[in-house]
C-alpha cells in the first residue's frame, strides 16, 4: 500500500504523550489571558517560563507554543477571557484513549477540548455547558449553553490495557489490518508505520493468534518509544510539511526531516508553517488576483490586435486587388451606371443582363458577387470580396477602403500602447510578488520568561552581574523577601520612595564599576528623578544587614527594611538608557525593552535612547522612543514593515521603565 498521508490533527496516542508530559508543567500556572487566531484559542499562562501560550484547536491540535499572532477580538474569546482568567489549572487528563483533553481548575471549572472533527471548546462547570466555542447539535449529544456535556460515545480504549484476545479480536473484525490499528486508536500514520515496520501489507485481511502477538509487541514497543522520546520531528516533501512525530519514521525514511529538542516544538513548527502560508496568502492575495485580472486583460488585448492585424491586412490586400483589376471593375462600374441612369433598366433587368454576361464569360460580369437594390455592388475577386457603390469609380473605391486602413491603423495603436502599458503594469506586479515572496515573513514569538522579567532589571558591563529592581512597595518587598540571597548586594537611594536593587551574587564578584552601575538604576529609579534631582546618594549593604522587623510598638510599611550597616556611594548622577534587543531565529522573531545605565546598554539593546530627569511628560516620552525603535526596526531589519514594527514596539513596556518627567538625548 503506496501512502500519501499528510497530518492534520494529532492522534489518540499523541495526545496521551503530551497530557503526560504537560501535566507537570501547565499544573499549577495560572491563565493570564486568552486570544485567539481563525479557530484556534491561546491560552496565555502564567507561571510556566518557556513556550508560555496553550494552544487549543477544536480539531486539529493541542501544544504549547511561544508564537504571537495578530489577535481577534471576538464575542467567543471575550466569554472565555471571563471564564478562565486568573484560575490555577488543578489537573490535565486525556478522556480514555480519545483526541478529547480535560484541563480542571480549582475551583470546579472544567475547560474540554475536542481534536475531532466537527470538535469544539467547551466551558463546563457541574457537567453543564457555560460557553463553547461552536454550537450545535449531533445526532447523539448537542453543544449548548445550559445543556449537560456529553462526550461523544464509544471512545477508543488504551490498546496497552486490552487483554490478549481483545486486541486479537480488535484486529480480526476489521477489513484489514490497516483499519484494525486505527481501531486501535492509533491513527493513520502509526497505523501505517506498525504496517512498515513488520513488513506486512496494509490490506492484509487474515490476522492469528501469532499475528495478533506479533502486532501487540510491535504496538506496545512503538507507543513506549513514543513516551521516552525527548525529541520532535518533522518530515518534509518538496520543502513542505507533511508529517510530525516524536520519533523517527520508517515510512518516511525516503523524506526530508527537521529535528526539533521536543515533540510539542514540532507540532507548533508544523502547524505555524500552515499559518505563516496563510498569513503569506492574505498578504499577495489579493495582489494575485490582480495579476490573474491583468493577465486575462491582456489576452483580450493581444486577441484584439490580431483581429485589427488581420482586418487591416485582409483590406490592403483588396485595395491591391482593386488596382490590379482596375480596368475590369471601372468597366463593370461604367456598364451598370449606363444601364441605370442612361437606359433606364431597374435592377432586376440589370441583373438578369449581368447573369448572361457571365454565361458569355464577359470578364467584368464574372467579377460581380451580386448587385442589391440600394445600388451596392458587391465584387470577388481571387476569393476576396468588396462592395462599391454604382456611382463610384475605382479611386473613390480605394480612397474609402483606405480611410477604413487608416482609422483601423489608428485603433491598432491605441490598442498596442494599452498592451504595453498592461505589459508593463503586469512586470510591476511580477516584481511586487517576487519583492513579497523574497521577503521574511516573521512570526513573533515571547522570549523565554525569566523569574526577574516581573522586575526591572539589566546586567553590568564589567562582570555580566545580574540587577534586579523593584517597581513599587509590592515588588520591592517580594524582591527582597523571596530573592535576595547571601551573595547578593542591596542598594538604594539615600531619599525616601524608591526601588530596591539586588547585585545578584555581588557581594563577591562586584567591582567599582558593577557597583557604579546598580548604584546609578537605584538612583534613576527613586523619587530623586520625579522631583528633578541630577544627583543623589545611595547604599548598599548585604542580607545579613537589613531586617524586616521593626522595633517594638513600631511598624514597617510594604516594601521598608531596617538597615544596620551600609556603605555609602556619593553622588551618583541619574541617567537611565531604554533599549530594545531584537532576536532572530529563522522566521521567528522576539523583542524586548529593558533599561540600564548608558554605560551598559550597549550589550543589552540593538537601539536605545538616553534619558535624564526633565520637563517632558512620561507618555509624550514613550511614544517619541516607540517612533525611534519603530523607525530603526524598519530600516534595519529585512522585510519589516510598519505594521510589524508597531507589534514587536509595545508602548507599555517602554511607559513603565521611564521614572518619570524626562529629556532625551539620543532619538533622531
Given at each position: ?7 492534520v490533527r494529532?492522534?489518540?496516542v499523541?495526545?496521551?504523550?503530551l497530557?503526560?508530559?504537560?501535566r507537570?508543567i501547565?499544573v ?7 486570544y485567539?487566531?481563525?479557530n484556534?484559542f491561546?491560552l ?17 491540535r493541542f ?6 499572532f495578530?489577535?481577534?477580538n471576538t464575542p467567543?474569546?471575550r ?9 490555577r489549572i488543578a489537573?490535565?487528563e486525556?478522556?480514555?484513549?480519545d483526541?478529547i ?10 475547560l474540554?477540548c ?17 460557553a463553547?466555542?461552536?454550537?450545535q447539535?449531533?445526532k447523539?449529544r ?6 449537560k ?11 496497552l490495557?486490552?487483554s ?5 479480536e480488535m484486529?480480526?473484525?476489521?477489513r484489514s489490518?490497516?483499519?484494525?490499528l486505527?481501531?486501535?486508536?492509533l491513527g493513520?500514520?502509526y ?8 513488513n506486512?501489507?496494509?490490506e492484509?485481511s487474515?490476522?492469528?493468534t501469532d499475528l495478533?502477538?506479533?502486532?501487540r ?6 507507543i ?13 516533501r518538496e520543502?513542505?510539511p507533511?508529517?510530525?512525530s516524536p520519533?523517527?519514521?520508517s515510512?518516511?525514511?525516503?523524506c ?6 521536543s515533540?510539542d516544538?514540532?507540532i ?7 499559518i ?17 485580472e491583468?493577465?486575462?486583460?491582456i ?8 483581429d485589427l492585424?488581420?482586418k487591416?491586412?485582409?483590406l490592403?490586400?483588396?485595395v ?10 471601372d468597366?463593370?462600374l461604367?456598364a451598370?451606371r449606363?444601364a441605370?441612369d442612361v ?6 433587368e440589370i ?19 451580386s ?11 481571387d476569393?476576396?470580396?468588396?462592395s462599391?457603390?454604382?456611382?463610384e469609380?475605382?479611386?473613390e ?6 480611410e477604413r486602413?487608416?482609422?483601423?491603423e489608428e ?10 502599458e498592461s505589459?508593463?503594469e ?5 516584481r511586487?510578488?517576487e519583492e513579497e515572496?523574497a521577503k521574511?515573513k516573521y512570526?513573533i ?8 522579567y516581573g522586575?526591572?532589571w539589566?546586567?553590568t558591563s564589567?562582570?555580566?552581574l545580574?540587577v534586579?529592581a ?21 542598594l ?13 551574587h555581588?557581594k563577591k564578584i562586584?567591582?567599582k564599576?558593577d ?10 529609579y ?16 548585604d542580607k545579613?544587614?537589613i531586617s ?9 510599611k510594604?516594601g521598608?527594611?531596617?538597615?544596620y ?8 548622577g ?22 540600564a545605565p548608558?554605560s551598559?546598554?550597549d550589550?543589552?539593546?540593538?537601539y536605545y535612547?538616553?534619558?535624564h530627569p526633565?520637563?517632558m511628560d ?5 511614544k517619541?522612543?516607540r517612533?525611534?525603535?519603530?523607525n530603526k526596526l524598519?530600516c ?7 505594521h510589524?514594527?508597531a ?16 529629556e532625551?538625548?539620543c532619538v533622531?
Amino acid at each position: 500500500m503506496e501512502w500519501n498521508y499528510v497530518d492534520v490533527r494529532l492522534s489518540s496516542v499523541e495526545i496521551a504523550k503530551l497530557v503526560n508530559d504537560y501535566r507537570k508543567i501547565l499544573v499549577g500556572a495560572y491563565v493570564a489571558n486568552v486570544y485567539q487566531l481563525g479557530n484556534t484559542f491561546y491560552l496565555k499562562l502564567r507561571g510556566i517560563s518557556d513556550r508560555r501560550f496553550l494552544v487549543l484547536h477544536p480539531e486539529y491540535r493541542f501544544n504549547l507554543s511561544d508564537k504571537v499572532f495578530e489577535w481577534s477580538n471576538t464575542p467567543t474569546v471575550r466569554i472565555l477571557r471571563k471564564y478562565l482568567r486568573n484560575r490555577r489549572i488543578a489537573s490535565l487528563e486525556q478522556h480514555y484513549f480519545d483526541r478529547i483533553i480535560s484541563i480542571r481548575f480549582d475551583d470546579g471549572l472544567e475547560l474540554i477540548c475536542e481534536i475531532i472533527p466537527r470538535g469544539a471548546l467547551v466551558v463546563v462547570k457541574d457537567g453543564v455547558i457555560l460557553a463553547a466555542s461552536r454550537y450545535q447539535k449531533m445526532k447523539d449529544r448537542e453543544i449548548k449553553v445550559g445543556v449537560k456535556y456529553e462526550y461523544p460515545p464509544n471512545p477508543p480504549r488504551d490498546p496497552l490495557k486490552l487483554s490478549d484476545d481483545e486486541f486479537e479480536e480488535m484486529l480480526r473484525k476489521a477489513r484489514s489490518l490497516y483499519h484494525g490499528l486505527m481501531r486501535l486508536g492509533l491513527g493513520p500514520k502509526y497505523s501505517l508505520e506498525i504496517c512498515k515496520r513488520e513488513n506486512l501489507p496494509c490490506e492484509q485481511s487474515e490476522v492469528d493468534t501469532d499475528l495478533a502477538i506479533r502486532i501487540r509487541k510491535a504496538v506496545r514497543k512503538l507507543i513506549s518509544e513514543i513516551f521516552d522520546s525527548k525529541m520532535g520531528v518533522v518530515y518534509l516533501r518538496e520543502n513542505k510539511p507533511i508529517l510530525f512525530s516524536p520519533i523517527p519514521l520508517s515510512l518516511a525514511s525516503n523524506c526530508d526531516k527537521l529535528e526539533f529538542n521536543s515533540f510539542d516544538e514540532a507540532i507548533d513548527f508544523y502547524f505555524s508553517h500552515s499559518i505563516m502560508k496563510s498569513i503569506e496568502e492574505q498578504m499577495i492575495g489579493p495582489i494575485d488576483s490582480k495579476r490573474k485580472e491583468l493577465l486575462k486583460i491582456i489576452e483580450r488585448q493581444k486577441a484584439s490586435i490580431s483581429d485589427l492585424e488581420a482586418k487591416i491586412e485582409k483590406l490592403k490586400k483588396v485595395v491591391e486587388l482593386i488596382y490590379d483589376n482596375y480596368l475590369q471593375i471601372d468597366s463593370a462600374l461604367r456598364a451598370i451606371r449606363k444601364a441605370k441612369d442612361v437606359d433606364g433598366l431597374d435592377w432586376d433587368e440589370i441583373r438578369e443582363k449581368i447573369e448572361l454576361a457571365k454565361g458569355r464569360g464577359i470578364k467584368e460580369a464574372l467579377i460581380i458577387k451580386s448587385v442589391q437594390d440600394d445600388g451596392t455592388i458587391s465584387f470577388q475577386i481571387d476569393k476576396v470580396s468588396f462592395s462599391a457603390n454604382y456611382r463610384e469609380n475605382v479611386n473613390e473605391i480605394a480612397s474609402r477602403i483606405y480611410e477604413r486602413i487608416k482609422k483601423l491603423e489608428e485603433k491598432l495603436s491605441g490598442a498596442k500602447q494599452a498592451l504595453e502599458e498592461s505589459l508593463r503594469e503586469l512586470e510591476k506586479i511580477d516584481r511586487i510578488l517576487e519583492e513579497e515572496e523574497a521577503k521574511p515573513k516573521y512570526i513573533i514569538v515571547e522570549p523565554r520568561y525569566e523569574w526577574y522579567y516581573g522586575f526591572r532589571w539589566f546586567r553590568t558591563s564589567k562582570n555580566n552581574l545580574l540587577v534586579v529592581a523593584g517597581k513599587d512597595a509590592q515588588t520591592n518587598d517580594t524582591l527582597l523577601r523571596k530573592y535576595l540571597e547571601d551573595s547578593d548586594l542591596v542598594l538604594h537611594a539615600e531619599i525616601p520612595g524608591g526601588a530596591v536593587v539586588i547585585v545578584k551574587h555581588g557581594k563577591k564578584i562586584a567591582e567599582k564599576e558593577d557597583l557604579e552601575e546598580a548604584a546609578m538604576y537605584a538612583a534613576s529609579y527613586s523619587k530623586a528623578w520625579r522631583e528633578g534631582i541630577t544627583a543623589v546618594d545611595v547604599f548598599y549593604t548585604d542580607k545579613k544587614n537589613i531586617s524586616f522587623s521593626p522595633p517594638s510598638g513600631t511598624y514597617l510599611k510594604k516594601g521598608a527594611f531596617i538597615v544596620y550597616k551600609k556603605e555609602l556611594l556619593k553622588n551618583i548622577g541619574l541617567k537611565l538608557a531604554i533599549g530594545m534587543k531584537i532576536t532572530i531565529n529563522n522566521n521567528f522573531v522576539s523583542s524586548q525593552i529593558v533599561a540600564a545605565p548608558p554605560s551598559a546598554i550597549d550589550t543589552l539593546a540593538d537601539y536605545y535612547c538616553i534619558l535624564h530627569p526633565g520637563k517632558m511628560d512620561k507618555s509624550q516620552i514613550a511614544k517619541m522612543i516607540r517612533l525611534y525603535f519603530i523607525n530603526k526596526l524598519i530600516c534595519k531589519l529585512p522585510g519589516c514593515d510598519k505594521h510589524l514594527a508597531a507589534k514587536l514596539v509595545r508602548i507599555e513596556k517602554i511607559a513603565e521603565l521611564i521614572p518619570g518627567p524626562s529629556e532625551i538625548e539620543c532619538v533622531e
